[in-house]
């Protein structure tokens, strides 16, 4: 791993927020009887403590786990935790040091996992349960702060469900769970602890009172104290402020003030008057710090001792909450920071607010709590405050997946403000999810504005940011494409005189976009060897996976259909793929294997192909990025298309069709065509044809020329089985101007030449067919193309059958032939160009080659063996019944060991043939496998028959072709041989005759008139 990408991980040693600490408790009274009750209670895993402020809670949760000796993973949650991206990236920082320093960081809720939350929420709570010995405690105290309608608490329940029974986990609340939690409870995974059990009894009000006054023993003073105690119900925090204020007089209060907050604060102003002067500045001036340090309690109170009252409150035990850490830091109990707020609002002026409000928000963001100054500078009205902050911490916000956080604090400007800043337009557009085409529009739109401004202000890295805003969005739409053209000629500029000073990563961005821009709407572009170019300078720079796995996709498509397919030419697609390297996170990983499977069917590797697409579709699904499946299913889909396997595709188009209303119209279109391929293969030319226009429509719109090329090159093939041979060259030709202008569009024009070959040679029009099958399959062969035009196993080994006889890139053919597992059907079956593993000749001569050699014995030759082979082609090769072969061959044994003799012959021909396969014997019928077995003169029988039927139809031309190859295979009379085996006698004699019929040695024509 590069040192780049090693600094882009979080430091796990670095200081938690304070908020991910647990409190440091001073000298308190242990309660031990609730520590007897949670360690009953902990027979179910989750204990949820609900009680009113100030019973207590922290406390005896802190001080619980220090005594049994329980690390905690202690998450203090607050309103702005109800973001469920935020919960996330705090869970995140939290699990950090208390995990092995090896093991992964638990993912941020970036925008890929939206559609499969719940899945997310699974995962990284079994993530983190895998990762943390079961000796941590999971601990969320204030869980009250959440708002009731967040999403926090389903995920939360969600999560802790897929805890295991052993993990210690303790919410602290003011209140009953949410309904979302009604789950465990019903499951019986949480137990509660109400606030009834944390009242004080009287001997634990006795020991805190003797705690607090342990160094100013007053026998009356405790009593009173006792005395008064009792009329608080066993509330801590009343009874705290009471030896605060040491004195009884309060205790008529409870009766007058029966809220906890307004008794807090009657006592707490009793408190706070007799405090020092500098302790209730050091309060005043902190009370709007969550948290607080010695440092910002020094600039906010001007007192340069500010930290000693703080901790000497934090000993005191009143309210206030260390957190060891670098640096130390102090946290109020919501009662007394309450309490100080309510006294601020009395006692000083607006202005005087207003400005503690100020600068205590900028004290905040230097210490690096940016969320609370920012709602700080939002209560003040402090708008350019707002307004730095989203601009400075948008990016690192954004790759935490808080989007909503961006947005929130958007909305808090004046709109003039927003429309009148680049930055802001241009943060307001990146942080807005593209979730459909509306909001999509709406990002084009913002980023568009900001690009105006930029130009206007001379900014050129906002420029070019905006710039890639705009063509992504775009490109994304799946629509409109020709909408990026004027864009273009900005983009071109700049890719020509690329300016020097220019951030690597800002370029980086630019150059993905304009892969992007060069694999769909302007693909084979001129300027691709210039994005190659700068590409090779920019790599070494760029560590961030997905970043980088976003340029692989359109690399790869350019690679793929420009002609540098093979693995000596694929620049983009080898240059990224090695930077990417292995160890990537999910959505990278994803990309990139989706990319790899759509250059794997190209390439010609079938069974990788085949296996790719369902490993990366269970990864969607496993980690709940479910935007890519339509994507990889349309992928699997076509090596089974190319492998005639119309029924296997059925499966992966239903994965996409009941989303089609939420599909973008190239993604529609894409749909169709793969639905009407598959209808072309099971002969529905009708529903082919529909499919076809409606995927040509949709692609119209788009704009995309990739698409146009495979759609009509489809639709003109089922034109042509349909028997509208004008429709088919009326289609064709309206590519030809897109496939002939554009050298680098290589696919495009390879298609456009084999489906005009395949037109051509079904015709009959040889010399306009045969001149468009050399050059497309001379380009196939250049690019390692294996992408054919839409056919059938019939049509398919027709067009290649006839390049095998004319030589047309026979090796690359023959490669073809072998990995689209094409099989020898209608006039490939009895051609002798066709790789056939096996060749029998029997015409003039007996000889056998396996795979293109001939078949040679050192010792005895096997005759029985290969009066089998014999046999079975006398008998018409096919279906032949093994009693008559019995007959044959063995016809002085009886029928078990005639039988057992040709068992043992067929399994000894098998060997010879080296194909196990290559004879079969089902329901006691032996057969030579067709795919396999070529044999001369049964072909010269299947070509004689189709030959003479052209004939009598009147299609000389064609009749002639096949006699022409009938003629070759006929060189002598079957089987020729000196042993008298009365049962070759009907079938040379009619091949003979056949023979004579084709008029060998005289033309057919004459044959057939003397015969008549």
């Known amino acids: 791993m590069s040192k780049k990408m090693e600094q882009s991980i979080p430091d796990r040693n670095r200081p938690l927020p304070s908020k991910l600490t647990p409190p440091r408790l001073p000298k308190i009274v242990p309660r031990a009887r609730l520590f007897r009750e949670l360690d009953r209670a902990r027979t179910r895993p989750i204990i949820w403590i609900a009680a009113p402020p100030g019973a207590g809670k922290t406390t005896l949760v802190a001080s619980y786990l220090h005594a049994r000796r329980l690390r905690p993973l202690w998450y203090t949650v607050d309103e702005r935790d109800g973001d469920l991206a935020t919960f996330f990236h705090y869970l995140s920082l939290a699990a950090r040091p208390l995990a092995p320093r090896?093991?992964?960081?638990?993912?941020?809720?970036?925008?890929?996992?939206?559609?499969?939350?719940?899945?997310?929420?699974?995962?990284?709570?079994?993530?983190?349960?895998?990762?943390?010995?079961?000796?941590?405690?999971?601990?969320l105290d204030n869980y009250q702060t959440i708002p009731a309608g967040s999403p926090v608490h389903e995920m939360?329940?969600?999560?802790?469900?897929?805890?295991?029974?052993?993990?210690?986990?303790?919410?602290?609340?003011?209140?009953?769970?949410?309904?979302?939690?009604?789950?465990?409870?019903?499951?019986?995974?949480m137990t509660m602890m109400d606030s009834g059990i944390l009242r004080l009894t009287s001997a634990e009000s006795c020991a805190l009172i003797a705690l607090y006054r342990s160094r100013r023993r007053d026998a009356s003073a405790e009593r009173a104290l006792t005395k008064a105690a009792a009329t608080l119900d066993g509330w801590m925090a009343g009874l705290v402020l009471l030896l605060e204020e040491a004195t009884g007089s309060s205790a008529t209060v409870a009766s007058q003030e029966p809220s906890r907050q307004a008794l807090f604060n009657y006592l707490g102003a009793e408190v706070f008057a007799r405090m020092d002067v500098r302790t209730q500045d050091v309060l005043l001036s902190t009370a709007y710090c969550p948290v607080v340090t010695g440092v910002m309690a020094t600039e906010l109170s001007g007192h340069r001792d500010a930290e000693s009252y703080l901790e000497t409150l934090y000993r005191r035990r009143y309210f206030v909450e260390r957190h060891d850490?670098?640096?130390?830091?102090?946290?109020?109990?919501?009662?007394?920071?309450?309490?100080l707020q309510h006294r601020l609002q009395q006692d000083w002026s607006t202005e005087g607010l207003l400005t503690l409000r100020t600068k205590t928000a900028h004290l905040l963001s230097t210490a690096g709590q940016v969320e609370a100054a920012v709602d700080l500078s939002i209560d003040a009205q402090d708008h350019e405050a707002v307004a730095h902050a989203i601009i400075s911490h948008a990016p690192s916000f954004l790759r935490q997946g808080r989007f909503a956080v961006i947005q929130q604090w958007l909305q808090t400007l004046p709109p003039e403000r927003c429309a009148s800043d680049p930055w802001l337009l241009y943060w307001s557009a990146c942080s807005t999810p593209p979730a459909n085409a509306a909001m999509l529009e709406q990002i084009h739109a913002q980023h568009e504005q900001a690009y105006r401004q930029f130009e206007t202000r001379g900014e050129l890295v906002g420029q070019v940011l905006a710039w890639v805003g705009v063509v992504k969005a775009i490109i994304y739409s799946w629509d409109r494409f020709g909408r990026v053209d004027s864009w273009m000629e900005i983009g071109e500029r700049w890719l020509k005189n690329m300016p020097a000073d220019l951030p690597a990563p800002v370029r980086f961005e630019f150059i993905s976009a304009l892969l992007a821009v060069f694999a769909w709407p302007h693909f084979g572009s001129p300027l691709v060897p210039l994005v190659r170019e700068e590409l090779d300078r920019l790599l070494p720079s760029i560590d961030d996976p997905v970043v980088l796995a976003a340029a692989y996709v359109p690399g790869t498509v350019i690679d793929l259909c420009g002609g540098t397919n093979h693995h000596a030419k694929n620049y983009f697609s080898t240059r990224i793929r090695n930077r990417l390297g292995e160890n990537l996170p999910p959505l990278a990983r994803l990309m990139r294997d989706h990319a790899e499977g759509h250059t794997l069917w190209h390439r010609g590797d079938m069974e990788r192909a085949l296996a790719s697409a369902d490993p990366i579709i269970e990864?969607?699904?496993?980690?709940?990025?479910?935007?890519?499946?339509?994507?990889?299913?349309?992928?699997?889909?076509?090596?089974?298309?190319?492998?005639?396997?119309?029924?296997?595709?059925?499966?992966?188009?239903?994965?996409?069709?009941p989303h089609y209303d939420h599909l973008a119209p190239f993604q529609q279109g894409y749909l169709h065509f793969l639905t009407a391929w598959q209808a072309y293969l099971v002969e529905d030319?009708?529903?082919?044809?529909?499919?076809?226009?409606?995927?040509?429509?949709?692609?119209?719109?788009?704009?995309?020329?990739?698409?146009?090329?495979?759609?009509?090159?489809?639709?003109?093939?089922?034109y042509h089985a349909l028997g509208n041979d004008d429709e088919a060259h009326r289609l064709l030709a309206s590519l030809e101007a897109q496939v002939q202008v554009s050298s680098n569009y290589l696919l495009g024009r390879c298609l456009w030449l084999l489906a005009k070959a395949r037109l051509h040679l079904d015709a009959g029009q040889e010399s306009d067919g045969l001149p468009a099958l050399r050059e497309g399959l001379a380009l196939a062969a250049e690019t390692g193309q294996h992408y054919l035009p839409w056919g059938r196993p019939d049509e398919t080994a027709r067009l290649l059958v006839r390049a095998l006889e004319e030589q047309i890139e026979p090796a690359f053919v023959r490669l073809l032939i072998r990995n689209l597992q094409i099989k020898p059907v209608g006039i490939a079956w009895y051609s002798t160009a066709w790789p056939w593993a096996i060749k029998v000749y029997t015409l003039g001569k007996f000889e056998i080659l396996v795979n293109d050699r001939p078949l040679q014995f050192t010792r005895k030759v096997p005759r029985k063996t290969l009066g089998l082979l014999q046999a079975i082609i006398a008998h018409g090769g096919q279906q032949v019944p093994a009693e008559t072969l019995c007959d044959r061959l063995w016809p002085e044994s009886d029928g078990d060991q005639a039988y057992q003799a040709l068992t043992t012959e067929l399994n000894r021909l098998r060997v010879l043939l080296k194909h196990k396969e290559?004879?079969?014997?089902?329901?006691?019928?032996?057969?030579?496998?067709?795919?396999?077995?070529?044999?001369?003169?049964?072909?010269?029988?299947?070509?004689?028959?189709?030959?003479?039927?052209?004939?009598?139809?009147?299609?000389?031309?064609?009749?002639?072709?096949?006699?022409?190859?009938?003629?070759?295979?006929?060189?002598?009379?079957?089987?020729?041989?000196?042993?008298?085996?009365?049962?070759?006698?009907?079938?040379?004699?009619?091949?003979?005759?056949?023979?004579?019929?084709?008029?060998?040695?005289?033309?057919?024509?004459?044959?057939?008139?003397?015969?008549?």
């Open 102 to 139: 090896k093991s992964p960081l638990l993912p941020h809720l970036t925008p890929e996992y939206l559609q499969g939350v719940s899945v997310f929420t699974r995962n990284v709570f079994e993530a983190l349960d895998a990762q943390l010995p079961r000796s941590i405690a999971l601990v």
């Open 918 to 1012: 290559a004879v079969t014997l089902q329901e006691n019928r032996l057969s030579l496998n067709q795919t396999l077995c070529w044999v001369d003169a049964l072909s010269f029988e299947q070509l004689a028959k189709e030959s003479l039927l052209l004939m009598e139809q009147g299609k000389q031309e064609q009749s002639e072709h096949l006699v022409k190859q009938a003629r070759s295979l006929y060189t002598g009379e079957f089987l020729p041989t000196p042993d008298h085996l009365p049962w070759l006698h009907p079938t040379r004699d009619r091949l003979a005759r056949t023979a004579s019929r084709l008029g060998i040695g005289h033309s057919v024509s004459d044959s057939l008139v003397t015969e008549r």
């Open 685 to 718: 030319f009708r529903s082919a044809l529909r499919e076809c226009k409606q995927a040509d429509t949709l692609n119209s719109g788009v704009q995309c020329p990739l698409g146009e090329a495979e759609i009509r090159v489809g639709w003109a093939m089922t």
């Open 325 to 339: 850490g670098t640096p130390v830091s102090y946290t109020y109990h919501p009662l007394l920071q309450e309490f």
């Open 156 to 189: 939360v329940a969600l999560g802790l469900s897929h805890l295991a029974m052993e993990r210690p986990v303790l919410i602290i609340s003011r209140e009953e769970p949410p309904p979302a939690w009604a789950s465990l409870l019903a499951s019986r995974r």
């Open 619 to 657: 990864l969607c699904h496993g980690q709940g990025i479910y935007f890519l499946i339509g994507w990889v299913a349309g992928v699997a889909a076509y090596p089974r298309l190319m492998l005639n396997r119309p029924q296997d595709v059925l499966r992966y188009l239903a994965m996409v069709r």
